[in-house]
Nanobody, 122 residues
């Protein structure tokens, strides 16, 4: 059974930082692309970042480029999203997902975590 469990969310002031983790089980590490998505209240889920199975390639949404860093530790079968210089508009539930392509489309990710809330305050 595949499980993705996010952690690390919380309340942070604008300009602050958070590091999200996504622990995977039931999936062989280094075989899947990991993506991070987010959904703000009243909005559709949107792509944030993705990383290839080896960790060699990454891709970011323009709105987070230069502020967020995606990484993974295949020995631990865990992915990370380092978020710096957080803005009010980054407030959302953040989800990690696993898939077998290299896509920004949520439809290409069959496995999802339960989400972790990130709230940025002024």
């Amino acid at each position: 059974q595949v499980q993705l469990v996010e952690s690390g969310g919380g309340l942070v002031q604008a300009g602050g930082s958070l590091r999200l983790s996504c622990a995977a089980s039931g999936l062989a590490s280094s075989t899947y692309t990991m993506g991070w998505f987010r959904q703000a209240p009243g909005k559709e889920r949107e792509f944030v970042a993705r990383i290839t199975s080896s960790g060699a390639n990454t891709y970011y949404a323009d709105v987070v480029k230069g502020r967020f860093t995606i990484s993974r530790d295949n020995a631990e079968n865990t992915g990370y999203l380092e978020m710096n210089n957080l803005k009010l508009e980054d407030t959302a539930v953040y989800y990690c997902a696993a898939g077998y392509g290299f896509s920004s489309s949520s439809a290409q990710y069959p496995f999802w975590g339960q989400g972790t809330q990130v709230t940025v305050s002024s």
